[in-house]
């Protein structure tokens, strides 16, 4: 398949480009489709090719000597997937997975570092994006670091459990994230860390606390 | 009645990442309007709601305590 200039120019790298210069650039590309379920780079192995996702959804994720999954993120299209790796010369800080059939678009780290020589611009963009992902990742840690988020779910969900009598509150992870002052994937991340310690059951839409003693010890202990 | 995710048309701007994302086929596209189908096989894993740039698909949870 044939590259298309016009999605070149929603990749953040390239915006600001000309046609002429899109046109040239996407000579170096090419593109490759995945199937659902497959495996498109794996965690600590060695990265020689630049992807960016054009169409479906990659699921980005790590894994644990006790072979448990943290997902880090769940890329859209017209992100990049494995920046880092080809950037810092080192192994995938993490693997890439097809959620759906998935449309790349791929580069040679030899060949992007020809384009970053002819057009100098591209590079600011790079230095743009990796700005903000650092940014996003340091709100990350301080998160994870100071806020003790998971005595602040803990609390929400006392907060809002129903009386028996009639249905509770209903409440999404998106909302106990902005009550808790953090991210969406913080709040998964508390609920799994609760229900493995035996707090609270996630049933389907239910969450059903079974030790709310131990959950207030926890909120006791952490806010 | 089986209860499924709900979701806002008003934010809705049909990207499709919801359809693409669930793996027990609960979203459809009726004409031009993302459906959920109710099926059992929705485990409520909340990856649509997760991947919606939009904030249009919600998967609520109720909170309860459990009798003793």
Sequence with gaps: ?223 | MIQMPEINQDKCNLCGLCIEICRCGAIILVGNIVSFIEIEECHWCTLCEAICPTGALTCSFEIIIEER
């Design chain 1, 1 to 223: 398949m044939a590259i298309d200039s016009n999605s070149l120019t929603v990749l953040s790298y390239f915006s600001g480009l000309s046609v002429a210069e899109l046109e040239v650039i996407k000579q170096s590309f090419f593109e490759k489709t995945i199937q659902r379920g497959e495996m498109i780079f794996l965690e600590e192995e060695p990265a020689d090719i630049l992807f960016f996702l054009i169409s479906g959804i990659v699921k980005l994720f790590k894994t644990s000597a006790q072979g448990k999954e943290q997902i880090i993120s769940l890329a859209r299209p017209y992100e990049v997937l494995n920046d880092i790796s080809i950037f810092d010369n080192g192994p995938n800080p993490m693997s890439a997975q097809a959620m759906s059939t998935v449309t790349l678009y791929g580069i040679k780290k030899g060949r992007l570092e020809v384009i970053l020589r002819q057009h100098p611009q591209v590079s600011s963009r790079i230095i743009q994006v990796l700005a903000t992902r650092t940014r996003q990742l340091i709100s990350l840690v301080e998160d994870l670091s100071f806020k003790h988020v998971i005595g602040r779910v803990a609390k929400i969900l006392l907060e809002h459990t129903g009386d028996g009598a009639g249905p509770g509150q209903r409440l999404t992870q998106q909302e106990m994230a902005a009550m808790a002052g953090t991210a969406r994937e913080v709040v998964a991340r508390s609920l799994k860390a609760m229900e493995e310690r035996g707090l609270i059951r996630l049933e389907r839409h239910r969450i059903v606390i079974s030790d709310k003693n131990a959950l207030q010890e926890m909120i006791n202990q952490e806010v």
